[in-house]
């Protein structure tokens, strides 16, 4: 006789994350685009967030959202870019569920599943055979069409980008900063170490890292740039893009994204950026 999950959640909650459904078993929904949209109204509806459809593919919308207190230099999340990293697109949903009264006074923009057609489907790219992260300074794409349009007004103080990565051995970021001083992905990175460990290597992507960490200041002018790199050229004063390894647990890799938003807002909270 099957057991019922709900009486089978282990003691010990290692694994266990009460918006995966049977996650003793393992199952979960992090490929069903319907299922966490829906999750994502419940919290602009409890969050009395704005949620815009900003573009639409194959039936799914594209969802902006902003909170009633935003302003022009908002915080900005975003994840789901590329639709085979749902640790990242469950991160941020799973932090959003938990930070509602944050949420409702918080100046910020949430884009919480740029390419939900890419996700159901389990490919990095859109339907179409694009990837969206090297889209974004193509403005005639109609994804970026609309992401351009919406943000039109809008310029991040700060911008947080989630992503995974296959070929990484542990958590890394990149980090944008036009203050040198500042050690955002540090002061992030740090809060997660208990959690999920470092990839140690010192060449990552073929840029050089010190423990997990890609730091730039300057860009070279090259085609075909991400979301951190348009937003950092579009003034945003700080772009942290953190990656989780793909391989690793699930659970812990959205885990540890949702850890990496908070710290990111606390720090945001209490040092402050402009
Ligand atoms: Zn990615």
Redesign the pocket.
Known sequence: MPRSSRDSRPTTPVLWLPEMDGAWQFRHRAHDVPHLLQRWRAVARAARLQLSVIHEVRGFPVYFLTSRLVAARPLYLSAG??GD?PGAVLGLLEWAERSIAYLRRADVILVPLFNPAGLSLNIRLDSEGNDL?RFFDHPSHPHITGWRKAMSGFSPRLAVCL??DYDAQGLYAYELNRDATLRLAESCLSTTDAMLSRDSRRTIEGRSARSGIIRRRRLPMVENLPEAVILYQSGTSCTLTFETPSEFSLAVRTRTHARLIQAACDWDATSGIS
Do not use: D, P
């Open positions: 870019v590329h990293e992260n992503h995974e």
